[in-house]
T-cell receptor
Framework: DSGVTQTPKHLITATGQRVTLRCSPR?????VYWYQQSLDQGLQFLIQ???????AKGNILERFSAQQFPDLHSELNLSSLELGDSALYFC??????????????FGEGSRLTVL | SQKIEQNSEALNIQEGKTATLTCNYT??????LQWYRQDPGRGPVFLLL?????KEKRKERLKVTFDTTLKQSLFHITASQPADSATYLC???????????FGAGTRLFVKA
C-alpha cells in the first residue's frame, strides 16, 4: 500500500459528461502529480501541484482542470468527455517539496470508461 | 525534441538469467533517473533512484547504471524469477521544472 488513495476506482460515463477524480496523497507529502495512461500507452504527465499551487503542466487538455486543496487532497476534473479520454488516471505524491527530487508514490488509479 | 526511449519489444528470458533493460534519453539534463515497476492495471512502484554523479546503484538483485555522456541508463535484474515479470519504466526529471517524465516501459517476461 503506497498510502495514496484514489477514488473512484472505476467510472463509466457517457460522452459529453463531466467527472471528478479524487486523490489523497500520503501523509506529509506536499506534492501531487496527475498522469494519464491509455491502453498500451505510457504514463503521460498532466499536471503537478505543490502545497496548493500549480507547479508544472504537461499535455493537459483545456477540457481538463485540477486543483489541490488546503488539506492537500487533489481533484482532477474532466469535462466534455470524449471516447479517447478513456484511460487509467493515476495520482502520485512525493515527499520532496519545492523541486522534483524524490520518488513518486502512486495510487492504484481511477479507470475511466467513456461510452 | 525531448525523448525517453525504452525498448518497446518485450524481453523474454529464462529464470535465473540476468535481465538487462535500457533507457535512452535525448535533450534532457536530468539530475537523477528513476526506475519503476508496473504490474497490469496497477500503479507504478518505485524501485531505484540514481543521481547524475553516481555511476551505479544496487539494491538486492537490482542494479542501475547511469551514463550521462551516453545519455543512457541500464537496469539489471540478476537471478531473475517469474515474479519479476512486469513492465519496467524509467523516469527522469525535467531539470529546471517540476515534472517527472516516464518512458513507455519495457515488458519483461521471465519463464520458469
Amino acid at each position: 500500500d503506497s498510502g495514496v488513495t484514489q477514488t473512484p476506482k472505476h467510472l463509466i460515463t457517457a460522452t459529453g459528461q463531466r467527472v471528478t477524480l479524487r486523490c489523497s496523497p500520503r501523509s506529509g507529502d506536499l506534492s501531487v502529480y496527475w498522469y494519464q495512461q491509455s491502453l498500451d500507452q505510457g504514463l503521460q504527465f498532466l499536471i503537478q501541484y505543490y502545497n496548493g499551487e500549480e507547479r508544472a503542466k504537461g499535455n493537459i487538455l483545456e477540457r481538463f482542470s485540477a486543483q489541490q486543496f488546503p488539506d492537500l487532497h487533489s481533484e482532477l476534473n474532466l469535462s466534455s468527455l470524449e471516447l479517447g479520454d478513456s484511460a487509467l488516471y493515476f495520482c502520485a505524491s512525493s515527499f520532496k517539496a519545492l523541486s522534483n527530487t524524490g520518488e513518486l508514490f502512486f495510487g492504484e488509479g481511477s479507470r475511466l470508461t467513456v461510452l | 525534441s525531448q525523448k525517453i526511449e525504452q525498448n518497446s519489444e518485450a524481453l523474454n528470458i529464462q529464470e535465473g538469467k540476468t535481465a538487462t533493460l535500457t533507457c535512452n534519453y535525448t535533450n534532457y539534463s536530468p539530475a537523477y533517473l528513476q526506475w519503476y515497476r508496473q504490474d497490469p492495471g496497477r500503479g507504478p512502484v518505485f524501485l531505484l533512484l540514481i543521481r547524475e554523479n553516481e555511476k551505479e546503484k544496487r539494491k538486492e538483485r537490482l542494479k542501475v547504471t547511469f551514463d550521462t555522456t551516453l545519455k543512457q541508463s541500464l537496469f539489471h535484474i540478476t537471478a531473475s524469477q517469474p515474479a519479476d515479470s512486469a513492465t519496467y519504466l524509467c523516469a527522469l526529471d525535467n531539470t529546471g521544472g517540476f515534472k517527472t517524465i516516464f518512458g513507455a516501459g519495457t515488458r519483461l517476461f521471465v519463464k520458469a
